[in-house]
C-alpha cells in the first residue's frame, strides 16, 4: 500500500515571501512522485515531478521540489511566491500498480 | 478544445436517481481513472481502467459503477444518487508507458439533494 501526507492544510504566507509546502509518503516500492495545483474552479495541472535521477526537479512558475528518499519526502518550494500562487496544491506518489494516490491538499493563501 | 472533456460540469439531481457522468479524452492515452474529490479529503479514486477489457475497483467504489465504451470514452454512473455523493468528480487519463504524468478534466460538481 501506498499513502501520501500533506502535514498542513492551509498555508498563509505574505506575497514575495519564500514558502514550503510539505508531503511525506510511504510505499513498499519505488516510486514517483508529483505536485499538482487546483486553481478555483479548476482541473489539476501538473506543476512538477520527480521519475528518476537528480533529486531536485523544477517546475513551472518557479517552483522547485527536493526528493529525499532517506526521510520519505517531496517538499515543494518556491522561493517569492505572487499573489497568483494562490491554490490548493496536491502531493501525489505513483508507485505499485501504477495507481496514483493523492494528499489531501495544501491551501497556500498570499497575502498582499 | 480540452484533451480531457467532462460533461456535465455541474449536475443537480434528487435522492434516487440515476446518474451518468461522461468523460473523453483526446491524449491517445490507455489509462483512465475517475476521482472524487471532497474538502480535506483530497481526491479519492472511484475507478480506473488500464485498456477497454481492464477495469479496476479504486479505495471507494461503492455505489458507482463504470463503463470503458472505448479507450477515448470513460463513463461514471450513480446508480442510485444519495446525497453523501455530493461532491466535484474528476476523469483524468494517462500514457501506459513513458511520461507517467496524470492529465486531468475540469470536473463535474454534483449534488444530490
Known amino acids: 500500500a501506498q499513502s501520501v501526507t500533506q502535514l498542513d492544510s492551509q498555508v498563509p504566507v505574505f506575497e514575495e515571501a519564500p514558502v514550503e509546502l510539505r508531503c511525506n509518503y510511504s510505499s513498499s516500492v519505488s516510486v514517483y512522485l508529483f505536485w499538482y495545483v487546483q486553481y478555483p474552479n479548476q482541473g489539476l495541472q501538473l506543476l512538477l515531478k520527480?521519475?528518476?535521477?537528480?533529486?531536485l526537479v523544477k517546475g513551472i512558475n518557479g517552483f522547485e521540489a527536493e526528493f529525499n528518499k532517506s526521510q520519505t519526502s517531496f517538499h515543494l518550494r518556491k522561493p517569492s511566491v505572487h499573489i497568483s500562487d494562490t491554490a490548493e496544491y496536491f502531493c501525489a506518489v505513483r508507485g505499485g500498480y501504477q495507481k496514483v494516490t493523492f494528499g489531501t491538499g495544501t491551501k497556500l493563501q498570499v497575502i498582499p | 478544445d480540452a484533451d480531457v472533456t467532462q460533461t456535465p460540469r455541474n449536475r443537480i439531481t434528487k435522492t434516487g436517481k440515476r446518474i451518468m457522468l461522461e468523460c473523453s479524452q483526446t491524449k491517445g492515452h490507455d489509462r483512465m481513472y475517475w476521482y472524487r474529490q471532497d474538502p480535506g479529503l483530497g481526491l479519492r479514486l472511484i475507478y480506473y481502467?488500464?485498456?477497454?477489457?481492464?477495469?479496476n475497483k479504486g479505495e471507494i467504489s461503492d455505489g458507482y459503477s463504470v463503463s470503458r465504451q472505448a479507450q477515448a470514452k470513460f463513463s461514471l454512473s450513480l446508480e442510485s444518487a444519495i446525497p453523501n455523493q455530493t461532491a466535484l468528480y474528476f476523469c483524468?487519463?494517462?500514457?501506459?508507458?513513458?511520461?507517467?504524468?496524470?492529465?486531468f478534466g475540469q470536473g463535474t460538481r454534483l449534488t444530490v439533494v
Open positions: 481502467s488500464f485498456d477497454v477489457k481492464d477495469i
Open positions: 483524468a487519463t494517462s500514457a501506459a508507458t513513458g511520461n507517467t504524468e496524470a492529465f
Open positions: 520527480y521519475l528518476s535521477g537528480s533529486t
